[in-house]
Nanobody
């Protein structure tokens, strides 16, 4: 009963920027944490960044200084600003949320549908 809609992916040249968004809707009481993950062809899905309800953030070493995760609590939306993109950033990016759902009042986890990011000249 919670839906995640991702947007913002596309093609960009090396050194360019993209901003991904993940909008949550449905039976949400509160969002506890949101993470971004990515999966490149032939590779395992890997953690990219996360933000918790208190605003704490974490990043995988390979994106530190280039990517920034942020949130708009009023819109139940989380963003991933990606600067200085490299070909190795090419992947399908997925958002993942830990949310307290209405009615059950328990923690549940949901995945977005994924959005393609391609970095190429």
């Amino acid at each position: 009963q919670v839906q995640l809609v991702e947007s913002g992916g596309g093609w960009v040249q090396p050194g360019g920027s993209l901003r991904l968004s993940c909008a949550a809707s449905g039976s949400i009481f509160s969002i506890k944490a949101v993470g971004w993950y990515r999966q490149a062809p032939g590779k395992e899905r890997e953690f990219v960044a996360t933000i918790t309800s208190d605003g704490s953030t974490n990043y995988v070493d390979s994106v530190k200084g280039r990517f920034t995760i942020s949130r708009d609590n009023a819109k139940n939306t989380v963003y991933l600003q990606m600067n200085g993109l490299k070909p190795e950033d090419t992947a399908v990016y997925y958002c993942n949320v830990d949310v307290i759902t209405l009615g059950t009042w328990r923690m549940n986890n949901y995945w977005g549908q994924g959005t393609q990011v391609t970095v190429s000249s």
